[in-house]
Every structure is written in structure tokens, then in C-alpha cells.
């Protein structure tokens, strides 16, 4: 029986989750593009994947790879409620929070595992303990301080005796075709290259390229790349010197008429009116 449930959400998916289960209980859950990330404050439970079981008692978590899972909630006297937190790592949420950066564990996984257990470290306690602030405070919890918190926890994860499993089980979750995409883009945002060009860096079809990067970034690569050199112009208007045909060209702008005409269109003035605007404080 589920006596409280509460639910943090990012870009309209649950991210962080909080329940109070009265035991016996079963959860059949299928983790379909995610990963989760649970941790057991209070109670024992059975889970069950496609190939193993595992016990999981107060204080311990697992990291559950995609896949078909039972959790069986154990009835014992100690608990009488079981307190559970689930992160839920979806891969699309996970490319997201990592947009602008590569995860620096993502490596080629070494085995076939579907439960990584997490042994109890203090360290994690403490973070899932610092939670609660937020579940008394919920008002204050937005999209950008679930990223934050996303992001500390796969890195506390990584400081944990299970580090290798955690991640074998990430770079699951990025294959080296979207990995590949990503870095070879982002390297080049500011470089004069056609999708083409950036095509081959890529060793795809322009046609797989523009699919891949689709999938990635949820964006064509022609908006993406310009998206990302406005937001670089706007930065270099708040914070240099440089005039609006320097910053264009350094944005890679053709000229700087185009570049206004990009620029106010992303932002409703053009670029020498965002300047005076920051300048005399009327933004």
C-alpha cells in the first residue's frame, strides 16, 4: 500500500521521486530507455531482472539498467513503513542534461549486467538526505536545479567502490555513433564547415548524419549550429568590446547584415540595440 508518493518533474517527465510503502508490496516496473537509480531508506526488498536477483536492505541502493524488473517489498519487523527515492535516468533526459558536454565515464561497456548494487557509503546517504529540503520545499525545485542534482549524483556515484559498474552501465545509454555526432558538433560550432563536412568527420551519410543528429539534439543541425552561435554573439555583446562585424565574424556569420538579421530575429532587436539595451539597463 503506497501511503505518500511525491514526484520532482523535468521537461514533463518524473526525474526524482519519493514514496512510503507499507510492506508486503510488489513493484513490476519496465524501465524502457532509462536507467534508475533507487535508494532504499527504510525497508529489505527482493528485486528480480531478467537474469539475477538481488537483496537490498536499509540504507542500500541499486542502479537498475533498462529492462523488466520486480521489487518485492519485504514484511519484516524492523520497518514499518519502507521509504523509497528513484532517479530515474532516462537516456533522452540524460542527453539533455548533458547537452553541452560529454560525460567524461562514457566508455565501451565491459559486461552484460542489468543490477549494479551500490554499497552503503555515507556519502550517498548524506545526498539523498539533502533532498528532503527540497520535498518539504517543492516551490523552489525547477528544471535547472534537477539537472544540478542529477549531475551530483552520477558523480557521487562515481566515488563509490562500484565506479566501474556505474559506468559500464552509462555509456549503455549513449552509443558511439550519437557520442561521436555530439563531439565532432560541438567541436566544431565555430569552425566554417558545411554539414557535409561535418558529415564525413563523422564517416556518415549526410542522410544519417542529419537522422543521428535529429535523435541527439532533437533539432536539425542547420538551427542547432546557429542557435548556438547566437547564443555565443549574445554573450560577446554583454561582455567585449568587439563590434557587431567582429562578433559576427567570429561567430561565423557570412556578414554582418545576415548576422543582425539572424540575431533579431532570435531575440527581437538587432544586436546593437541588445548592447544599448544592457548598457543603459532597460533588458
Known amino acids: 500500500m503506497v501511503l505518500s508518493h511525491q514526484k520532482f518533474y523535468f521537461e514533463g517527465k518524473c526525474l526524482i521521486e519519493k514514496l512510503s510503502i507499507r510492506a508486503p508490496y510488489r513493484f513490476t ?5 532509462q536507467a534508475c537509480f533507487i535508494y532504499f531508506r527504510e525497508g529489505q526488498t527482493k528485486i528480480t531482472s531478467p537474469n539475477e ?24 519487523h524492523d520497518a514499518k513503513a ?59 525545485v525547477n528544471d535547472e536545479l534537477l539537472k544540478l542534482k542529477i549531475k551530483e549524483l552520477i558523480l557521487l556515484l562515481m566515488q563509490t567502490s562500484n565506479a566501474q559498474s556505474i ?15 555530439k563531439d565532432v558538433v560541438n567541436s566544431h560550432l565555430f569552425s566554417d564547415l558545411s554539414i557535409n563536412d561535418l558529415a564525413k568527420l563523422c564517416n556518415l551519410s549526410v542522410s544519417t ?35 557587431v562585424s567582429e562578433i559576427a565574424f567570429q561567430t561565423c556569420f557570412n556578414d554582418a547584415a545576415h548576422f543582425s538579421r539572424s540575431f533579431k530575429t532570435a531575440y527581437t532587436c538587432s544586436p546593437t540595440e541588445f548592447r544599448l539595451l544592457q548598457k543603459t539597463g532597460k533588458a
Open 29 to 33: 516496473a519496465n524501465f524502457h530507455n
Open 53 to 76: 536477483q538481488q537483496t537490498i536492505r536499509s540504507g542500500e541502493s541499486v542502479l537498475l539498467n533498462c529492462g523488466n524488473y520486480f521489487a518485492d517489498l519485504l514484511n519484516y
Open 82 to 140: 519502507f521509504e523509497i527515492l528513484a532517479f530515474h535516468l532516462y537516456t533522452d533526459s540524460l542527453k539533455k542534461i548533458y547537452a553541452d558536454e560529454i560525460p567524461y565515464f562514457i566508455k565501451k561497456p565491459d559486461n552484460k549486467e542489468f543490477i549494479y548494487k551500490v554499497a552503503s557509503v555515507d556519502v550517498i546517504r548524506k545526498f539523498v538526505e539533502s533532498l528532503y529540503f527540497y520535498f518539504d520545499n517543492p516551490g523552489l
Open 167 to 181: 559506468m559500464a552501465l552509462f555509456s549503455n545509454l549513449f552509443t558511439p555513433r550519437l557520442l561521436n555526432v
Open 209 to 243: 548524419f542529419n537522422r543521428t543528429f535529429q535523435d541527439m539534439f532533437d533539432d536539425t543541425p542547420a538551427s542547432y549550429i546557429k542557435t548556438k552561435r547566437l547564443e555565443r554573439a549574445k554573450e560577446l555583446l554583454l561582455v567585449s568590446s568587439l563590434s
